[in-house]
């Protein structure tokens, strides 16, 4: 059974620093893409950033580009989202998405149930 | 950067009706990478369709998924109480996936 578990949220001041984690188990994550996506409660989705299997591809939302950067580990199964600068807006539910394939053109045929993030001094 | 455009925004059908969902993309959505997605009160999105028509493991046969031009559509043949939900499109053609507004789909 794939499971996402994402971590590491919780409540920062702008401007401050913190780290998502997704911890992956039931499919073998080294051959598939991996995505974050995040969602202002009661609002759409909005994706955010994605790494290929093998980290060469690497793509971000315009909205984050140049303060969050992520990260995989393949021999720890996991993914990352370091969020530098934070800012209020973006406060959202950050979910961990699991590509179909292992390209960076891919749909989410997995997702974790989220972690919060609220940006508020 | 492709934008997503989803109508109507709020859908309000009974059970056993049809549902209509459409999603316009601003250009052209390379090689019908486009999915569906439904999502649900307090939970996760789940997968519905992808590349434009395929149904996920699992889907029911009454989700169909269309495309002409720059327009997809997501059909759902007999409405179940279990179907009202929000319902997104999302296209992976391009290097930047982008998602579209959402379509709530609520009990009449």
């Known amino acids: 059974e794939v499971q996402l578990v994402e971590s590491g949220g919780g409540l920062v001041q702008p401007g401050r620093s913190l780290r998502l984690s997704c911890a992956a188990s039931?499919?073998?994550?080294?051959?598939?893409?991996m995505h974050w996506v995040r969602q202002v409660p009661g609002r759409g989705l909005e994706w955010v950033s994605g790494i290929s299997w093998n980290s060469g591809g690497i793509g971000y939302a315009d909205s984050v580009k140049g303060r969050f950067t992520i990260s995989r580990d393949n021999a720890k199964n996991s993914l990352y989202l370091q969020m530098n600068s934070l800012k209020t807006e973006d406060t959202a539910l950050y979910y961990c998405?699991?590509?179909?394939?292992?390209?960076?053109?891919?749909?989410?045929?997995?997702w974790g149930q989220g972690t919060l993030v609220t940006v508020s001094s | 950067e492709i934008v997503l455009t989803q109508s109507p925004g709020t859908l309000s059908l009974s059970p056993g009706e049809r549902a209509t969902l459409s999603c316009r993309a601003s250009q052209s959505v390379s090689s019908n990478y486009l999915a569906w997605y439904q999502q649900k009160p307090g939970q996760a999105p789940s997968l519905l369709i992808y590349?434009?028509?395929s149904r996920a493991t699992g889907i029911p046969d009454r989700f169909s998924g269309s495309r002409s031009g720059t327009d997809f559509t997501l059909t759902i043949s007999r409405l179940e109480p279990e179907d009202f939900a929000v319902y997104y499109c999302q296209q992976y053609g391009s290097s930047s996936v982008t998602f579209g507004q959402g379509t709530k789909l609520e009990i009449k």
């Open positions: 998405a699991k590509g179909h394939d292992y390209s960076n053109y891919v749909y989410f045929n997995y």
């Open positions: 039931g499919f073998t994550f080294e051959d598939y893409a």
């Open positions: 590349g434009a028509s």
